[in-house]
């Protein structure tokens, strides 16, 4: 796209549409969506539905790793805790991951000194 826009002299903006002619004005969702199921249909992947690709790119960012701040700025949504909501069975083992990486922060620096023991 930006380089079809390049050719025509036409700068892509940041608030562009995805799916916009090269003038920029808007598709019809309706022909997008029938293009993308002509797609798939050609490809033999029979039942996948344009939204599902927008479930499929957070899904992999999230288990690669990429915070979930940025996926949810990504995605759109008003919060993270949106993003986390919909997607967190994406992210199996979370917990452990976390504790893990906590004690290696925690270990990773000697300690100077004694700590003060906290009594009971």
């Known amino acids: 796209m930006k380089r079809s826009r390049a050719l025509l002299d036409v700068a892509l903006k940041e608030d562009d549409l995805v799916f916009a002619w090269l003038d920029g004005r808007p598709m ?3 022909s997008v969506s029938h293009a993308w199921e002509k797609l798939v249909n050609r490809l ?3 039942g996948i539905r344009l939204h599902d690709t927008r479930h499929t790119h957070a899904s992999l960012m999230l288990a690669q ?3 979930p701040k940025i996926v949810s700025e990504r995605l759109g949504h008003s919060t993270v805790a949106l993003t986390l909501d919909i997607y967190s ?3 199996p083992g979370i ?3 976390a504790a893990k990486r906590f004690e290696e922060g925690l270990f990773a620096q000697p300690v ?4 003060a023991r906290i009594p009971v």
């Open 112 to 115: 100077s000194k004694p700590l």
């Open 28 to 30: 019809l969702p309706d």
């Open 65 to 67: 790793g990429i915070h």
């Open 44 to 46: 033999g992947l029979k």
């Open 95 to 97: 917990q452990e991951a």
């Open 89 to 91: 069975h994406v992210l």
